[in-house]
């Protein structure tokens, strides 16, 4: 229907202003069908790579060779996009104190939690970490960013990157 209105715009069949969509007509149609069926507007959720594709990249992360911030980048946020997780800083890394070998027996949300933080359109997540992403998160913390963490450990700095944009000597 758009397309046809607009050629007989073009052709001047029809007027300039005939058959034009009122302004913000997606809005309001789903406020419309929300008020309707009693059921709160919500986003689509499409995931961003197949489950094939996911075991894959998973696997990859043990090889030796890949960049410890790309593991803890995929680990802590494979769901969400990339450019917000690599904002995260440590205060937004929540820990609690646990014994590494404690992490499996541990309630789900003892283990602690990321806020990644959202930009303009694309919203923020809170992820509650699994014992595989606590693993991770200690390997970093102790890893390439001991030596942030002990200046920040030690009050000497307030904040750091997670993900330092130099390659750290690991």
């Given at each position: 229907m758009a397309l046809l209105s607009a050629w007989l715009r073009e052709e001047?069949?029809?007027?300039?202003?005939?058959?034009?969509a009122p302004a913000q007509w997606r809005k309001a149609l789903k406020e419309e069908w929300a008020?309707?069926?009693?059921?709160?507007?919500?986003?689509?959720?499409?995931a961003r790579h197949t489950v094939h594709e996911c075991r894959r990249i998973f696997a990859a992360m043990s090889d030796p060779r890949v960049d410890p911030r790309i593991r803890l980048a995929i680990e802590l946020a494979a769901k969400c996009r990339t450019?917000?997780?690599?904002?995260?800083?440590?205060?937004?890394?929540?820990?609690s104190e646990i014994a590494p070998n404690e992490c499996e027996s541990a309630p789900p949300t003892a283990l602690g939690q990321i806020e990644i933080p959202g930009a303009r359109k694309k919203h923020g997540e809170v992820v509650v970490l699994t014992p595989e992403q606590r693993r991770t998160v200690d390997d970093a913390l102790a890893g390439y960013l001991a030596t942030y963490q002990?200046?920040?450990r030690a009050g000497q700095i307030e904040d750091y990157y997670l993900f330092r944009a130099r390659r750290c000597a690991c």
């Open positions: 001047h069949v029809i007027p300039p202003d005939a058959a034009r008020q309707r069926t009693g059921k709160p507007r919500t986003r689509p959720h499409r450019g917000q997780v690599l904002r995260c800083t440590r205060r937004m890394l929540v820990l002990a200046a920040w």
